[in-house]
């Protein structure tokens, strides 16, 4: 045999080995459990805002015909209500059209898309959250300032301080851990690309 | 027991060239290459602990992967779920220029018999016909009388 075409040969198997070289091994089980798990922490925050919206839009219109008595703007009582349930229902859509869960059976490209867009409506959605619910705080301020008396608002004002914080500290944290989950899960995916 | 997988799974991703290269180079597809990739793997781990010190890694590698391609069957169902490991890649789809090159050395091959595939694969290599030998299971005088014969089919194929 030609020595030329033998050489051809060598050199085709290098260019595999060379190959393979560059690829590596993946342990699908692992990768698809990790994932998962991470998926979970993004879908358990899912559940928190439904049912604390949920509660809301429940209870909320009893709590606002007994305040009636305390000359609580109802027309404010109403617009919460209803900004809690847009809220409910967005947050139903996104988590429900992107449907986190169903990665595992789509291809890296469309899942590492899911992720990314997931990211970006819920940034938006809380943007708009935090609005509406500065909105909120001030609106019940100046209605209180109204009723209560002096001490009372002062009362009031440093229960606000206190708690205002926390609420803040309390909902960003949960934001930047699931955000990073994301950040995480699309790395992972990203490199199986 | 974790320690034993960590070991398997060290050998098996430093041999893993050898490994999906024996596996492509005796399939048809790519379904056929991922199930005799996953076949050889579970054949490995089986026979894992019985090969310690018996020989060397590299031979008892050689050896279980050519067993394995020379004797499967055409399975009907893939066996992913009893096996985690694989690797993403598709050499009879892919269509850059190391593909194509890489499809042509699997023309060749793969229109040898299956013993002589593997004895061309293991001389590609730079094995010895001793060390071709004894992980084919057949004689080095028998080696040198086949590549013989396999080198002229070659000529006879690049001739065609």
């Known amino acids: 045999m030609e020595n030329k075409e033998l050489e051809e040969m060598k050199a085709q198997l290098a260019l595999l080995n060379e190959k393979l070289e560059k690829e590596h091994i993946v342990n699908e089980k692992l990768t698809k459990e990790t994932l998962r798990n991470k998926t979970r922490l993004v879908n358990t925050n899912k559940y928190f805002i439904l049912v604390v919206d949920g509660l809301c839009m429940v209870f909320g219109p ?46 890296v490209v469309n899942s590492i898309k899911k992720f990314k867009d997931f ?36 009362i009031y004002a440093i229960c606000l301080a206190l708690l205002i914080p926390l609420g803040i500290w309390s909902v960003t944290s949960r934001q930047k851990k699931i955000y990073s989950t994301c950040d995480e899960i699309i790395e992972q995916l990203e490199e199986k690309v | 027991m974790k320690e034993k997988e960590k070991e ?77 490991l694989s690797m993403d890649i598709n050499l009879f789809t892919d269509t850059d220029d190391d593909t194509k ?11 040898l018999g299956l013993v002589d595939r593997a004895i061309i694969l293991l001389w590609l290599e730079n094995m ?11 004689s080095t005088k028998n080696i040198s009388v086949k590549l013989v014969r396999i080198k002229e089919q070659l000529k006879k194929m690049s001739n065609e």
């Open chain 2, 101 to 111: 090159q890489i499809q042509q050395l699997y023309s060749r091959i793969n229109r």
């Open chain 1, 62 to 107: 009893a709590l606002i015909w007994y305040l009636r008595m305390y000359n609580f703007p109802i027309w404010l009582g109403f617009l919460a209500i209803a900004v809690t349930a847009f809220d409910f229902f967005a947050q139903l859509v996104l988590f429900n059209k992107l449907n986190l869960n169903s990665f595992t059976n789509e291809n």
């Open chain 2, 128 to 138: 010895s016909y001793e060390e071709i030998g004894q992980i084919i299971g057949i």
């Open chain 2, 8 to 84: 398997f799974t060290d050998i098996v991703k430093a041999h893993k060239n050898t490994i999906y290269t024996v596996c492509y180079l005796f399939s048809k597809d790519q379904d056929e290459v991922n199930d005799l990739f996953q076949e050889t793997l579970i054949n490995l781990w089986r026979g894992f602990d019985s090969f310690k010190g018996q020989c060397d890694v590299k031979t008892w590698i050689w050896r279980v992967s050519l067993n394995t391609c020379l004797t499967a069957e055409r399975k009907k169902k893939r066996r992913v779920e009893t096996v985690p």
């Open chain 1, 119 to 154: 990211k970006k409506y819920h940034k938006i959605l809380l943007t708009f959250e935090w609005g509406i619910t500065a909105i909120a705080f001030i609106s019940i301020f100046l209605w209180a300032s109204q009723i209560l008396s002096k001490q009372g608002l002062i």
